[in-house]
């Protein structure tokens, strides 16, 4: 089993749609969590941290589930500019961090 | 600030060749990474350093991988003998501490062609 595991996706989904990702940790010691979006050929760039209150960002939400050992992404009012892929990020520890594959999500106008 | 500075951006060498990748990171922060992402295997910790002290360097993949800080603003990954299998793409990232959530900044990586 991976220590960090998302839907690969792609997620094709309308402007204006409200989409969710899934990333599920093996590790129940992790202690820091976040997501990064990826453009294509592009590097990876902190899109939001995770906190255990659950946090929001404008037309994201982030939450955290440590019984379940999951966090969750929401994105509402999708722009054609949110067309990327989002890595979860899981800290095990120091900075041991481990990267999800990434969930390709794809906005259509 | 010019963020996180890699080169070459591309490299394309032969099988067996010294490759030789270069990063400087954000000025005043402490940690440095070095990944390398593929299609298959994602995005992968090969090794960090904290005040130019290798820390943890269990993903680097072999003894063909060597990677070092000389000092705070310059750090080296350099693989020898390349082969086809390290093509990919290899990013740098640094990261200051801030609270307990490390935000790491990576660079533009370095795309590695080995034939």
């Known amino acids: 089993r991976k220590e960090v595991e998302q839907d690969p996706g792609p997620f094709n989904v309308p402007e204006g749609a409200t989409v969710a990702f899934n990333c599920t940790y093996s590790?129940?010691?992790?202690?820091?969590f976040f997501w990064y979006r990826q453009d294509c050929r592009k590097e990876p760039k902190l899109l939001m941290s995770v906190y255990s209150s659950g946090n929001e960002d404008g037309r994201f939400t982030a939450q955290l589930n440590r019984a379940s050992q999951y966090i969750s992404l929401l994105i509402r009012d999708s722009k054609l500019s949110d067309s990327a892929t989002y890595l979860c990020v899981v800290n095990t520890g120091g900075f041991k961090t481990i990267f999800g594959a990434g969930t390709r999500l794809f906005v259509k106008a | 600030d010019a963020g996180v500075i890699q080169s070459p951006r591309h490299e394309v060498t032969e099988m067996g060749q010294e490759v030789t990748l270069r990063c400087k990171p954000i000025?005043?922060?402490?940690?440095l990474f070095w990944y390398r992402q593929t299609m298959m295997r994602g995005l992968e910790l090969l090794i960090y350093?904290?005040?130019?002290?290798?820390?943890?360097d269990s993903g680097m993949p072999e003894d063909r991988f060597s990677a070092k800080m000389p000092n705070a603003s310059f750090s080296t990954l350099k693989i020898q003998p390349s082969e086809p299998r390290d093509s990919a793409v290899y990013f740098c990232a640094s990261s200051p501490i801030i609270r307990r959530q490390e935000t790491q900044y990576f660079g533009p990586g370095t795309r590695l062609l080995v034939l």
């Open positions: 000025s005043g922060h402490d940690y």
């Open positions: 590790n129940s010691a992790s202690q820091s």
């Open positions: 350093f904290n005040n130019n002290v290798p820390i943890d």
